[in-house]
């Protein structure tokens, strides 16, 4: 196998080049391609038996610590998750030794945090940890570098944000805590939930989780803009806004909150209604989109194009749509002039696309998965053509 | 600027958070938040996550106030949530990246053929691993780095890498081999 492909291969995280070159690869390597194919499913398998043998990341941590965790730490729940851990834990090592490797992993994470506690608190008259860093104590304790006292000052401000939102809950305490909470500060951000399902925040958008995996239902609190695609349970999934709530079982689709909720389906149903219990809900159906301006007893329905309802997300989304109208949305989006040969314009394409990745690294995907080639014309112009 | 604060201090309090002071609390949250960041930026670096590792365990501890039967065990409690933090973070590493919204993947052509008939077992091919492959796989999935699965095994990471290229190759080569004999059968006449 070349270098590179060796290279990318053992690479912690694949990037799109990476991907790029992989495919290209596969065109000249039929055998590569099945290969990487069957080693996807063999790490999968390795995912999948580890998770049937062995005890949940939470009970691994509790048998890590139980010797620091006394019962008055832990709560019934947590008790009992160790019990039945402890029980089956000699197993899982039989099975899987690297099991052993994990709970030595979680314990040198306890000893570090066992460090950082004796550095903030283990001295009586310590002030704030800022203030420790620049105090005669804290150079008692071992002065640290220039570099790491000016990463923790820097630290302070953003340690201030996130307490304010904490005690913004404690302080309304009608409004329960959510188990977890999520931020997009100046990009974009990705959200991966506990049931699989994923959120594609816009910059200073945020969103509350309050279920996890022992929850009758799923529901989330958005603020600002998110794209949701929602894997199928029985659980339903809920998304409140300020004045909706947006029901759905596994879809995927788009929620903006300004002025109003705006609800822009790509993928199967969902029901959307205003939390004031006197308006109607509707349902939705894939290219629809439900508006509830604020003070609105039922939300209106519009149709919209795809991917024109998701200019806000960056994202060129396409759903079983012919070749002719996926180059001529290409075209349009990056203002270039790019056509497709007879053949293919009927094929019916289906995927997601962030626009910044570029038309040229999209049209190579694309080209790639069809099995056919870009070329670039005299003009200017693009073809795609197999 | 938040008051003084040892052991003591914390576990005051914590009682009086539990008996339903805001200020209380506001000043629990407060000063664990230093060393909750400084923990995580120990484990992982300095990375946008740790604002939000940060913040879900601070609510971790919020919400579970009410567990904490004896205020002197807040260290263990506190401890106890930042450790479910960072093992949520370790399975959310790669697959939300990965799979997220196929913007990675290769776009689904509905009338796509099927590729190969050169599909193994799952079962046969992780018991033809080696352990040590095996072990290096495991980790992986679970969310570690190479250089940090090395440092578990007290290896370096290139002799992780040279595991992991060894079985793909002798995986590959297998394939390699099933391919060629599927090739060469002449193709059925209909």
Known sequence: MPYELEHILLHDEWTEADRTVLRQAFEADPALEAALRRWEELRAGAASRWESDVPSRAALVLLACQDRLDPAAMSENERSLL??????????????????????????EADAFDREWARAFDRSGIASPAKTARGPLRKAVGSPSRGLRLARLSLAAAATIALLFVGRIWLNPAVPAPVMSFSAQTGMQVVSLEDGSRVLLAPQASLDVYFDESSTERRVRLHGDGFFEITSQARPFRVETDNALTTVLGTTFGVRTQEGTEVLLVSGRVSMAPTNEAGQGITLSPGQRGLLAPGDATPRVQEFTMPEGFEWSGLLIFRSTPMQTVVERLSDAFDLSISVSDDLKETPLTGTFESERGSTTILSIIASALGATVTERANGSLHVHR | MPPIADTVQLASWVREARDGSEAALTHLLRALESPMRSFFISRIGRRPDVDDLVQNALLRVHRGLGDLNDPNRLKAFAMKGALYELQDF??????????????????????????????????????????????????????????????????????????????????????????LWIGSFPPLER
Do not use: C, N, W
């Open chain 2, 90 to 179: 370790y399975r959310g590493r790669y697959t939300p990246k990965e799979r997220l919204f196929d913007i990675h993947e290769a776009p689904e052509i509905h009338d796509e053929p099927e590729v190969s008939g050169a599909r193994i077992d799952v079962e046969k091919a992780l018991s033809s691993l080696s352990d040590k492959a095996r072990r290096i796989i495991e980790l992986r999935e679970y969310g570690y780095r190479y250089e940090e699965i090395a440092e578990m095994v007290g290896s370096t990471e290139a002799a992780i890498k040279m595991q992991v290229k060894r079985a793909f190759a002798r995986m590959r080569d297998a394939i390699g081999l099933v391919l």
């Open chain 1, 83 to 108: 019990q039945e851990a402890s029980a089956r834990v000699d197993q899982a090592i039989r099975r899987h030794p690297a099991v052993e490797d994990v709970l030595g992993r979680i314990r040198t």
